[in-house]
């Protein structure tokens, strides 16, 4: 029993080209068989472990798929769903069709439903919340470089969302900024071992996204090798500009990571000619992975 994950997250929202094109990821929602074979065989060998289901609208209007993925999932054991509130073919584009996420709330009564999609401040979170009726929010990408967004959430939240809680705090000056970076980026080496400094220079443009620091130290935060050329940057850069400089409440709510869109949907030749059709997609379909 003992190093058990608290849950496993089966994610069919992913809508790249090199995953749906192999079978993958938005592209199973649309074969409901091989869905429910996938999401009922998970269930049954996590035994106590929890199963959630995150997915899309569908992959595009004419085939929109939410629903009958929702309570599917809901009748084979899963513990909660959640839904991005856009198809596949608008990938991260305009915005999030949150009377959906209502839609589905209404059709699976059983188990918890969370809505996803354009939560970039905690006000989001409520408002969704309030106006769908869902049980929770799955945040994406709102926390890239924002990981201060989870205590702003359980601010205004309080202890029922429908009543509301406090105001969240005033987002951090440029100093605390960097402290977080340090931590975070350490975290992932740790996590991911020393490649884990490469995955981490996306995030230092996040994370100065809104501060005025100048497009010299941000090029200089692409080229780290490791933790303490890090730290040596953040540490020459708080001495070059005002180390108590606070964000630019307009960067809020500018994109972060993926903002393409829309794109038609790249799937299997012959992909829609049987949706009852169960055969697994392609083995490699599984190593590449990515966000939904």
Known sequence: ??????????????PMPKVTR???????PLKPRLFAAIVGSAVEAAGDVPVTVKFRLGTDAGHLT?????????????????LHARTAEQLYS????????ADLKAAVTGIPVFGNGDVWEPWDALRLMRTTGCDGVVVGRGCLGRPWLFGDLAAVFGNEPSVGG??????PR?????????????????WAGPHGIKDFRKHTAWYMKGYATGPASRRDLQT??????????????????????????ESLRIPRSHRSG????????????????????????????SGG
């Not at 192999?22 to 199973?28: E, L, P, Q, S």
């Not at 406090?166 to 987002?171: F, L, R």
């Not at 440029?174 to 740790?190: G, I, P, Q, Y």
């Open 94 to 101: 305009g915005e999030a069709d949150w009377s959906a996420v």
């Open 166 to 171: 406090a105001e969240p705090g005033d987002p």
């Open 262 to 289: 829309p794109r038609p949907v790249v799937l299997p030749e012959g992909w829609l000619d049987d949706p009852m059709d169960a055969t697994p997609p392609a083995a490699d379909s599984e190593v590449l992975v």
């Open 22 to 28: 192999k079978g993958g990821g938005a592209a199973i």
């Open 224 to 249: 780290i090798t490791d933790v303490d050329h890090l730290d040596g940057l953040l540490a020459r850069l708080l001495e070059e500009v005002d180390p108590d400089m606070t964000l630019d409440p």
């Open 1 to 14: 029993e003992e190093d058990r994950v608290d849950h496993i997250d089966l994610n069919f929202g992913c």
């Open 174 to 190: 440029l100093r605390e900024v960097t402290a977080a970076m340090s931590r975070h980026a350490r975290l992932l080496v740790d």
């Open 66 to 82: 939410f629903l009958d993925t929702g309570r599917i999932a809901e009748d084979l054991g899963a513990a909660s769903v959640a």
